[in-house]
């Protein structure tokens, strides 16, 4: 199949590469073009770790080129870019043409069905709780992947694509996809901005000064008892909304293949097999600008909805805001886009299901 990625990050090339390895024609489209020129004057992608290829993936030079010629397209960018790819391509979709979001923030699904529900189109968009890969650019050309997760939650809205759904994501990157019930569910399942929160805030100066250091190496005791904290305010909230998600000890069993223990316990065990990777060397991280506004504050704003706040989420928002000297809660484009300042338990529920 020929798949269409918007971005051309890590995530976006992991992506290609398994892409490639499952027989399928990945195309990647960078919006500045600056991440792709070299690809795009015929040096090869190469990926190492996790994922070993070296693979030569067609080059979009526009939102319409990537779009008009894929049987499906992946967005696969930070969160502080999904509005600007959604109003990209909804110009250009076809009826039925599935849009996957790796991985879904924000309910990014629902503005690009308000999109598409003013072009009167229906397509299934399928949001994906995680992304397939983790791992870093090591240069323009070079990925360096540090895991192919085992499980990933999915979704669609509406939720009635929902099996074949399912059926696409395995035939493009084989079994390791789980559904659940609905896009609550994955709005709730996107581990990275709460754990972010706790490593990012206690290594700060670590990122501030550009210094090397271990992330899982750093994850100690006390930093694993805050995160499995934080894990304990996101399943509160999605128990209120009566959906089942994924627990934090869960998520790096299956994303990192380790034994069940306590969140330090696992992160020892991955330093200890040379996989715990590297953490942030910036304070312009996308652990914070595209976590907090896009993962932090949906969920703060969940729990106000169900009457389960988010405490330590909401401070950890604020903190971070005042060493950043810039309000986090103010830098969410797609949230304001759907008045969901506005939105009831009821409305957003009926949302979810079968988008606008």
Known sequence: MRVSILGAGAAACGAAAQLSIMGHDPMLWSPSGRSTEAL???????????IEASIRPRIAASAEEAVASADVVMLAMPGYAHKLAFDAI?????????????????????????????RKLRTPIIAW???????????????????????????????????????LCTTLFGERFVLREGLLAIALSNLNPQ????????????MERGESWGQAENVTPAVGRVMEAL????????????????????????????PVGSIAEMNAELHGRGKGGFGPT????????????????????????????ATLHEAGLTLLSAAYGRDFTRENDLLPALSFDTTTREGLEALARNGF
Do not use: C, M
């Open 40 to 50: 795009a004057a015929g040096a090869p992608l190469l990926a190492t770790g996790a």
């Open 195 to 206: 754990n972010h929160l706790a490593i990012a805030l206690f290594n700060l100066t670590r």
């Open 90 to 118: 909804a110009p250009h979709l076809r009826e039925g043409q599935p849009v996957i979001i790796s991985s879904h923030a924000s309910f990014g699904a629902l503005y690009l069905s308000r999109l598409l529900a003013a």
């Open 282 to 309: 910036t304070l312009e991280s996308r652990y914070v600008l595209e976590d907090a506004p896009y993962g932090l504050l949906p969920t703060v704003l969940l729990g106000r909805l169900v009457g389960r706040p």
């Open 231 to 258: 894990d304990a305010e996101r399943l509160a909230i999605a128990g209120a909304f009566g959906v089942t998600v994924r627990t934090i000890r869960e998520h790096y069993a299956f994303s990192y293949q380790l």
């Open 129 to 167: 709780g995680t992304t397939l890969t983790t791992g870093r650019k090591a240069s323009a050309t070079e990925v360096a992947v540090n895991s192919l997760r085992s499980k990933i939650d999915l979704a669609t809205v509406p939720e009635n694509a929902a099996d074949e759904a399912l059926a």
